[in-house]
């Protein structure tokens, strides 16, 4: 439960982000006490407004995973989940540390998105999981 408090700064914006895709038809669903969201609002602004090339296919907010599909959904969902477990240990500062982890990371790997700690995390964790 205080994981959930804990980061529940963050998992208001990922609910105020999916309100507007709920209310143009998107979908949700509940797994692993994580809810997942994904509609064709989504589909679009996860292309057009993630600054990595090709978009991305899902984006993690606290306790609130938007994804552009459920295929997407279920393809990222071990890399969601690393940034869930993120948003718990950081709580309300986990998108402050995660914009200067993106900055970082374009300073010194010239690259905001693969040079990010979270996110090299986040690709570590999941390897680790995924049986050889």
Do not use: K
């Not at 899902?58 to 938007?66: E, S």
């Not at 540390?97 to 570590?124: I, K």
């Amino acid at each position: 439960m205080l994981a959930y408090l804990w980061a529940l700064p963050t998992t208001i914006v990922g609910v105020l982000l999916a309100l507007p895709v709920l209310l143009a038809g998107g979908r949700w669903h509940r797994v692993d006490g994580v809810l997942e969201v994904h509609g064709s609002l989504l589909e679009w602004a996860l292309r057009r407004w993630v600054p990595i090339a090709g978009g991305a296919q899902a984006m993690t907010l606290g306790h609130v995973v938007l994804g552009r599909d459920a295929t997407c959904l279920a393809r990222s969902r071990d890399h969601e989940r690393v940034h869930v477990a993120q948003c718990e240990r950081w709580g309300p500062l986990f998108l402050p540390a995660y914009l200067v982890a993106s900055l970082v990371g374009w300073w010194v790997h010239g690259d905001a998105y693969r040079g990010n700690a979270f996110e090299r995390a986040a690709w570590s964790d999941e390897r680790s999981e995924t049986p050889s």
